[in-house]
C-alpha cells in the first residue's frame, strides 16, 4: 500500500512545486524587458556644416558624435557654429541632444528589441525605466496584500486559481500595449495577479506540510522558482521580440491554468476549513485525501473511520463558519510583534541588497553574467537555509544572515575605497546570498507563526514589505542618481536594528502550526542556543494519509464550539 500512496502524494508535491517555475517566469520578464542596451545617437548631417555633410561611416561619427572614455556619447551631439559665407565652421563649439532618435547595441538581454528600445527610454526618458519596474513590483505589493485577505475570507484554491486565470489576460494586455502608458497599468495589474497566485499557493503548501517536511517543500518550490528563473534567458533567446516573450511566457500560464482546475492537483487546505468551522467541506477533503493516499495498517484506518465520524457528527449541527479579518491582528501583541519583525527584516533582506548589487556591475558589465550570479546567490542562499534552518532552528540562522547582511554592508559602507577588488567582489557576492537567505527565512518563519486563520493576510503584509524594499533599488537606479549613499546608509542602519529585534522572536522549529488567535499568542520566546523539543509529525505528506494532528483539531473545534460530545446545535 505504501506504493499506492506515494504516487498521489508525488501529484500533490508537483501541484505545489510546478506552479513555481511559471511564476518565476512572469517574475524576472522585467529583468529582460527592462534592460538598457548600448546606445548612441544616430548622426544628424543637418547640424553639421556643408563641407563635413558627406561624411560617411566611422568618419561622421567622429563629426557628429562626442568621443567619451567608455564609447560615443549616448545622449549628445556635435553643435557647429554657422559663419557668415554659409559654409559653417569645421570645429564644434557645443554639444546638444540628440534629434534623430538613438542606434542600439543588440541584442540587449537576447532580445532585438524590448521597451527601452521601442519607446527610447533612455536619456531624457531613462527615468521611465525604473518608474516600469516601481509600478511592477508595486502590483506585487498590492496582489500579496489583497490575496492575503481572499485566502482567509474566499480559501486558498479559489485565491489561487482565479488570480492565476486573470494572470492569462493580463499579460496579453502587456503583449498588446501600444503605448507606454498602457505598459504601466498592464504591467502592475499582471503583477497583482502573479502575487496572488504566488501567495495563495505558498499558503496552501504549507499548510499541507508536517513540521519536519515544512521547510524541505518550501526549499524545493524555492529551487523549483530559480529553475524558472534560469529558464528566462534561454527562451528570450529564442523568441527575440520582447511581444513574443511576453506572449510565450503568458501561454505557459494559460496552460497551468487550464490544468489546476483540477481539485486533485491543488486541495483547499483542511487546516484552514477546520480552523474556520467549515467542518463538512473540511471532512469531504480530507476524505479525498485518504482515499487518494491509500490506506495504511488497520490502526490508521481505525483511526481515520474515527475521525471521519467525529467530523460528520460535528457538522451535522451546521456551525456557521467564522472568518477574522485581518484588523484583528493590530488587537493582539505577540502576533502583531512577530508580523512586524519580520516584515521589516523582508524589507531589510530585499532593499538593502541593491548596495551590494551596485558593486557588482563593473566586474559584470553584461546582462547575462549579472543575472546568472543574482540567480545563483539565490540558489546559494536556498541551499544554506534548506542545510542549517531545520538543524538549528529558523531564529538563529535568520540572525546569523541578518549580521552577515549587515557586517558586509557596514565594510562596504566604510572601506570600499581602501579595499581590494577581490575583497570588494567577496563581500559583495556574500552580502547578496545573505540577503536573499534574509528575505526567503522571513517570509517562511512568519507562515510558522501567523495562526491559521489570518496566516493569508499577516504573510501577504510581509511579503508586501519585501517588495517595497525591493521597489527602493529601481530608484535609486537612476544614471546620476546622488539617492545610492543615503540608500546605503539606511539600509545599513536598518540592518543593526533588524539583528535586535530578531531575538524576541519565538522557534517555530518543529512545532504545529498555531490555527487560531489564542494560539498564535501563546508563542513564547526560547533561549537562542537551546534546541526546542520537536511535538508532532503531522500531516497530509506522511505515510498514513490522514494525520493525528487533524484529530487534535477536530476535539479543538468541538471545544470551541461548546459541544458534548455529538452536538446537535441549529
Not at 116 to 140: A, F, I, N, Y
Request: hydrophobic letters at 45%.
Amino acid at each position: 500500500m505504501a506504493a499506492g500512496g506515494s504516487r498521489p502524494r508525488g501529484c500533490r508535491a508537483a501541484g505545489g512545486w510546478a506552479p513555481c517555475a511559471a511564476l518565476a517566469l512572469g517574475w524576472a520578464l522585467g529583468w529582460a524587458l527592462g534592460a538598457v542596451p548600448p546606445h548612441r545617437c544616430r548622426p544628424d548631417t543637418a547640424l553639421l556644416p556643408p563641407p563635413l555633410r558627406r561624411l560617411a561611416g566611422a568618419a561622421l561619427l567622429r563629426a557628429a558624435i562626442p568621443r567619451l572614455r567608455g564609447g560615443w556619447s549616448p545622449c549628445q551631439l556635435y553643435r557647429y557654429r554657422p559663419t557668415g559665407t554659409g559654409t559653417g565652421s569645421s570645429r564644434p563649439n557645443g554639444t546638444g541632444p540628440c534629434t534623430r532618435g538613438w542606434h542600439y547595441g543588440l541584442p540587449a538581454a537576447g532580445l532585438r528589441s524590448n521597451l527601452v528600445t521601442q519607446w527610447d527610454l533612455v536619456c531624457t526618458s531613462r527615468w521611465k525605466v525604473p518608474l516600469e519596474q516601481t509600478t511592477h513590483l508595486l502590483g506585487w505589493t498590492l496582489g500579496s496584500v489583497a490575496a492575503g485577505l481572499a485566502c482567509d475570507r474566499f480559501g486558498r484554491r479559489p485565491t489561487f486559481v482565479v488570480c492565476l486565470v486573470l494572470a492569462v489576460p493580463l499579460g496579453l494586455g502587456v503583449a498588446l500595449a501600444v503605448n507606454f502608458v498602457m505598459v504601466l497599468v498592464a504591467r502592475l495589474l499582471f503583477g497583482v495577479a502573479l502575487a496572488g497566485a504566488f501567495l495563495s499557493l505558498y499558503v496552501a503548501r504549507l499548510e499541507l506540510c508536517d513540521p519536519p517536511h515544512r521547510l524541505g517543500v518550501t526549499m524545493v518550490a524555492g529551487f523549483f522558482w530559480i529553475a524558472g528563473e534560469l529558464l528566462l534567458p534561454g527562451l528570450a533567446v529564442l523568441c527575440r521580440d520582447w511581444r513574443v516573450l511576453q506572449g510565450a511566457v503568458t501561454m505557459i500560464l494559460a496552460l497551468l491554468a487550464a490544468c489546476w482546475w483540477c481539485p486533485a492537483l491543488l486541495l483547499e487546505s483542511p487546516r484552514w476549513l477546520l480552523a474556520t468551522r467549515q467542518l463538512e467541506r473540511a471532512r469531504k477533503t480530507l476524505q479525498a485525501l485518504a482515499e487518494s493516499s491509500g490506506l495504511g495498517s488497520d490502526d490508521s484506518s481505525c483511526h481515520q473511520e474515527s475521525l471521519f465520524a467525529e467530523l460528520e457528527s460535528l457538522s451535522e449541527g451546521s456551525p456557521q463558519p467564522r472568518y477574522h479579518a485581518v484588523c484583528e491582528i493590530f488587537s493582539t501583541r505577540v502576533i502583531w510583534k512577530n508580523g512586524v519583525i519580520l516584515g521589516f527584516a523582508a524589507f531589510i533582506g530585499s532593499g538593502i541588497r541593491h548596495c551590494f548589487t551596485r558593486n557588482l556591475a563593473p566586474h559584470l558589465p553584461g546582462f547575462f553574467s549579472s543575472y546568472f550570479v543574482l540567480v545563483g546567490t539565490e540558489a546559494a542562499a536556498c541551499l544554506f537555509v534548506c542545510l542549517t534552518a531545520e538543524r538549528f532552528g529558523r531564529r538563529a540562522v535568520l540572525l546569523l544572515c541578518t549580521v552577515l547582511t549587515g557586517i558586509s554592508s557596514l565594510l562596504l559602507l566604510a572601506l570600499t575605497q581602501y579595499l581590494l577588488d577581490l575583497i570588494v567582489l567577496t563581500l559583495s557576492v556574500v552580502g547578496i546570498t545573505a540577503s536573499h537567505a534574509v528575505t526567503m527565512l522571513s517570509i517562511f518563519f512568519a507562515s510558522e507563526v501567523l495562526p491559521t486563520v489570518v496566516r493569508g493576510a499577516g504573510l501577504g503584509l510581509v511579503v508586501g514589505a519585501s517588495f517595497v524594499g525591493k521597489a527602493a533599488a529601481p530608484i535609486t537606479a537612476i544614471p546620476n542618481s546622488r539617492g545610492f549613499f543615503l540608500h546605503h546608509v539606511v539600509f545599513a542602519s536598518f540592518a543593526i536594528l533588524a539583528v535586535l529585534s530578531i531575538m524576541l522572536l519565538p522557534e517555530s522549529q518543529g512545532r504545529s502550526l498555531p490555527q487560531s488567535l489564542q494560539d498564535g499568542e501563546s508563542q513564547r520566546r526560547p533561549p537562542l542556543f537551546r534546541r526546542p523539543p520537536r511535538e508532532d509529525h503531522l500531516p497530509l505528506l506522511a505515510p498514513h494519509g490522514i494525520p493525528h494532528d487533524y484529530s487534535r483539531l477536530a476535539a479543538s473545534t468541538k471545544r470551541m464550539l461548546g459541544s458534548p460530545a455529538a452536538p446537535r446545535e441549529t
